[in-house]
């Protein structure tokens, strides 16, 4: 079944504990992207992948690393996660990327995360 | 730079009446625009997408949107609501530059009452 995986599906952390959130897809997506959900503020994007070896910033980087050393893995990094970091994150991944009619972003199940 | 609104934040609607949902974008180009569901604990599925031609699309679930450009709209409308479509709805609009992005509204939810 295509589909993307996120690991874990909740997870509760406290500040400043080095976490990784797992993406995975089996799409052969060469797009990958990192979305966070807060209420009020629909999804914003914090990184995206054009490629493997190709990431750049979205809108609300800050506090957050990726790497694309593989073409189906995307892990999010917070190296210091701090409290404002509490969020409901989304992997999405497409073949070309958005906008691409024809290629539309699959999106994983979240990661609700507790920064405390 | 490109935004969505979806001015409803919440929407109660009974079971078999019709349902509308607002979007409207402000996006300098011909956009290319979305609908996807997001149900509890799920991620987000798509629903439909426009990006030229036909200005009423249909989607799955029985959804269909119109495009309308002179009013920067993009509405979403089901003719009879059931129990199961109560979820968030978002709206959103594709970035045809180097980032490749959608912007989302912030979301509406749908409670549908029995």
């Known amino acids: 079944e295509a589909q993307v995986t996120q690991n874990p599906r909740y997870l509760i952390t406290v500040t400043g504990k080095k976490l990784t959130v797992t993406c995975s897809q089996n799409?052969?997506?060469?797009?990958m992207s990192w979305y966070r959900q807060d209420p009020g503020l629909g999804l914003r994007q914090i990184y995206y992948s054009m490629n493997v070896e190709v990431t750049d910033k979205g809108d609300v980087p800050e506090g957050y690393k990726v790497s694309r050393k593989e073409k189906r893995n995307f892990p999010l990094i917070l190296e210091s996660p701090s409290p404002n970091q509490t969020s409901l994150y989304f992997c999405a991944s497409s073949f070309h990327g958005v906008p691409s009619y024809n290629s539309p972003l699959h999106f994983g199940n979240g990661t609700r995360l507790t920064v405390t | 730079a490109q935004s969505v609104t979806q001015p409803d934040i919440h929407i109660t609607v009974s079971e078999g009446a019709s349902l509308e949902l607002r979007c409207n974008y402000s996006?300098?180009?011909?956009?290319?625009l979305f609908w996807y569901v997001q149900s509890p604990g799920q991620g987000l599925q798509l629903l439909l997408k426009y990006f030229s031609g036909d200005t009423l699309v249909q989607g799955i679930k029985g959804f269909e949107a119109e495009f309308k450009r002179s009013q920067s709209s993009f509405n979403l409308r089901k003719p009879s609501v059931h129990w199961s479509d109560a979820a968030e709805y978002f709206c959103a609009v594709g970035e045809d530059t180097g980032r490749r992005a959608l912007t989302f509204g912030s979301g509406t939810r749908l409670q549908v009452q029995p």
């Open positions: 799409m052969n997506h060469e797009y």
């Open positions: 996006y300098g180009a011909t956009p290319y």
